[in-house]
């Protein structure tokens, strides 16, 4: 065993706060995420990896008109000059750029299998070449000009470009997605020409707002098409806040197949959504029958994507049976805008539309003038020499002596001729066959060139009328290569509304129509027959339970389950448990204080109207269409004084309302004089001195009051016969006629 290691002595100890040193290494962390990693820069709209791969494949001679090499080849030259990460990291990105599926205007061409929109992985970067497109060469057009900044890269042994000249739109163009930490970036690509067209008229109106922008820019392009059923309204406020989303469908069509058939072919999918795992999860939800307008889906695909849907029926509607794939599948998603970019190459933050641009014009003005002073120093250097070796035609015999017979020439020509040392250095550097008298009329039409191409620049620094005048010209010619006439240009992404059975309820077409029986117990356990049974003596119940009410309905059906709390809870038909068992408790399916308890049940039917009414006789008219609750914890709709409970919820229709007290006194009233509210707390319906409601019904005055007596025979009293009893709403009414039921309520 070896000897124990002494510690350290106090000397050679450091006290650090752990707080302190875990706040100062996570930033270190986050800033370097941030800013090497996942948010492109708002000027090219790229990443460190993917500016790095653009400038290794430069430095490799790989544009547009080169031969291509191999991707083991740039990646190599990446991760060995510039990009210290993995391998595999910088092939996925390199992958990324060439795919058409992916980029709206791919950065790289890419010569063997680079994936697909089945959702396959590339080849191996050593089965796989590339080069750059025309779009990277505009990216990158510039880049020894002094155009933009260089650091060192991460060995300090070569200098990468900190920004690209990106005389390309890129940011809004591409695209970018990226998650760093506590922030991340969603950018759907764009169309080129239009963004040209819009930083144009963001260069005449400085002032211009996003809303004036989506003029020329109505939403985002994507490689792979669809359409975009985002409301307008909903885009503008995306594009002013830098923040959204945009809806977008697959693309479909009917096509006939003869013989009154048809089938639904879909030849688009959503941006970011791979085809085969989509298919995948159709195929599931056909085998689990949970699309029942759809028999059957094959992929027909090959170069173009070719879906094919056969309906469950020729009668049933096409967009009906496509509105039940968008609801389940990813034929419709929600593409996310979270424009949040490095501004400057420094600074996080969220553009709106009109600052996106804004950063990228500004960005070509700084290049513009960068490329001018380099341009303009190169001239004067070569302008310097120039009037130099004019000299020597001025006397070109003096020149020849001295060179042949002093020691130190150049310190001669200099003294004689008052040149300078770089002049000097030309004209010995000059061969003998250049002393032809046409070499002096060409010397002297370079030097009248690059004179007025001197006055020309200086002349453009000197006026940002002129600068921002040729920074329009280049995006002009931008938006003329990448025009709507050019197949690269042309947009793909068409706008839409929704269809109108978007609003409609879609359960029906979700669940096969079938007839069923609802069946509620006294303590409140619920279960669906099948069919309409009429005879319920035979049905088995749990404990001393027994038949609270049932009713006749259809699996496509929500139920109305009313609570003596005044809530009003849905139900789906499709969902409650079969008749086979006891069922399930209601109160599985909604949140339910144990003090309440069901008063009622029945199937919901759009424009039906019911009254509701407290135990104290207070009570209004709600529409079903209003009263529907969408979560668990249902929907008040009766406001109760404390202690106060619903007595009932019941239809109305006709034009008369009778109210039974507990009593035993009913009166008759104007339906109209009972207001109609989706909640509260309602009006006085009947005055009491002690007790409360027992039961209400609405009937037509013209047929008159009918009510049902406990050995099963209907009574009716007509029009005439029922003056004593019609009033006012809130009066205290009259006992009710001979035979009306001993329990107070219409239906003994």
């Known amino acids: 065993m070896g000897k124990p290691v002494d510690p350290p002595s106090p000397e050679d100890v450091e006290s650090v706060d752990l707080k302190s040193a875990l706040e100062e290494r996570y930033l270190a962390y986050a800033l370097s995420t941030i800013m090497h990693r996942a948010l492109p820069d708002a000027r090219d709209g790229l990443k460190p990896v993917h500016r790095r791969i653009l400038y290794g494949m430069r430095l490799l001679r790989l544009d547009p008109t080169s031969g291509f090499k191999k991707c083991a080849k740039i990646v190599g030259d990446v991760m060995g000059s510039f990009h210290p990460h993995g391998d595999q990291a910088i092939y996925d990105a390199l992958v990324r750029l060439a795919q058409g599926f992916a980029q709206r205007y791919p950065l790289v061409d890419g010569q063997g299998n680079f994936g697909n929109i089945d959702g396959d992985n590339a080849a191996a970067y050593r089965y796989t070449e590339a080069r750059m497109t025309a779009v990277a060469q505009l990216i990158i057009d510039g880049i020894d000009e002094d155009a933009v900044d260089f650091r060192p890269n991460y060995d300090g042994q070569s200098e990468e470009p900190s920004v690209m000249p990106a005389a390309f739109p890129n940011l809004l163009a591409n695209g970018a997605q990226g998650i760093a930490v506590g922030m991340a970036t969603s950018i759907p690509p764009h169309n080129a020409a239009e963004l040209c067209d819009a930083a144009l008229y963001l260069i005449q109106n400085p002032g211009a707002t996003p809303d004036q922008l989506m003029t020329f820019v109505p939403g985002p392009d994507f490689p792979t098409g669809g359409i975009i059923v985002e409301p307008r309204a909903s885009i503008a406020e995306a594009y002013r806040t830098g923040r959204g989303a945009f809806r977008t469908r697959a693309r479909w069509e009917k096509e006939e197949t003869g013989r009154g058939g048809w089938v639904v072919v879909v030849t688009e999918i959503p941006y970011l959504v791979s085809k085969g795992p989509m298919i995948e999860k159709i195929a599931e939800l056909l085998q689990e029958r949970k699309l029942p307008l759809v028999a059957d889906m094959r992929d027909e695909s090959a170069e173009d994507i070719r879906l094919v849907f056969e309906p469950r029926a020729r009668n049933v509607d096409p967009a009906l ?41 500004d960005h070509r003005r700084d290049v513009l003038l960068r490329r001018s002073r380099f341009r303009l120093a190169a001239i004067e250097r070569r302008l310097e020499i120039v009037r130099g070796l004019l000299i020597v035609y001025l006397d070109l015999d003096r020149v020849i002596r001295i060179i042949r017979e002093e020691d130190e020439p150049k310190a001669e020509l200099m003294r004689v001729f008052e040149l300078t040392e770089v002049q000097a250095n030309a004209i010995l550097d000059t061969r003998l066959r250049s002393l032809r008298k046409l070499e002096e009329m060409e010397l002297k039409r370079e030097l009248d060139g690059l004179t007025e191409e001197k006055a020309q620049i200086e002349s453009l620094l000197g006026s940002e009328d002129k600068q921002w005048k040729t920074v329009s010209w280049d995006i002009r010619q931008v938006r003329k290569a990448f025009g709507p006439e050019t197949p690269l240009g042309k947009r793909r992404t068409s706008f839409a509304d929704p269809p109108e059975t978007a609003d409609i309820d879609l359960n029906e077409a979700m669940v096969e129509r079938e007839p069923i029986t609802v069946v509620v117990s006294k303590k409140g356990w619920i279960r669906a027959l099948k069919g309409h049974v009429q005879d319920l003596s035979s049905l088995a119940w749990k404990g001393d339970d027994a038949l609270k009410f049932s009713f006749f309905t259809e699996t496509t059906a929500r139920i109305l389950v009313i609570c003596d709390n005044g809530k009003v809870f849905t139900l789906e038909a499709s969902k409650l448990p079969g008749g086979r068992g006891f069922g399930d408790p209601i109160r599985l399916s909604i949140d339910l204080e144990e003090s309440a308890d069901f008063i009622a049940a029945f199937p ?42 619903c007595a009932f919820a019941v239809p109305v229709t006709g034009d008369h309302l009778a109210v039974m007290g507990e009593n035993r006194k009913l009166l008759c009233f104007p339906l109209n004089q009972v207001p109609e509210m989706g909640r509260g707390k309602g009006v006085r319906l009947q005055k009491y001195k002690d007790g409360g409601i027992a039961d209400a019904k609405s009937f037509t ?19 005439p016969e029922l003056d004593d009893w019609l009033g006012q709403r809130a009066e205290a009414g009259r006992l009710p006629p001979k035979g009306f039921p001993k329990n107070n309520r219409f239906v003994g």
């Open 604 to 645: 919901y039917k759009a424009g039906v109207k019911l009254l509701f009414a407290a135990q104290d006789g207070r009570g209004f008219i709600a529409p079903a269409d209003d009263i529907i609750a969408n979560t668990r914890k249902g929907k008040q709709v009766l406001n109760l004084d404390e202690g106060g409970k």
């Open 321 to 361: 049976m496509m509105e039940t794939l968008f609801r389940l599948t990813a034929l419709e998603t929600r593409v996310p805008l979270n424009l949040n970019v490095l501004t400057g190459g420094i600074a996080p933050r969220v553009l709106n539309l009109a600052e996106a641009l804004r950063e990228w014009i």
């Open 701 to 719: 005055i013209a047929e008159g009051l009918t009510w049902l007596s406990s050995d099963g025979r209907t009574y009716t009293v007509t029009k």
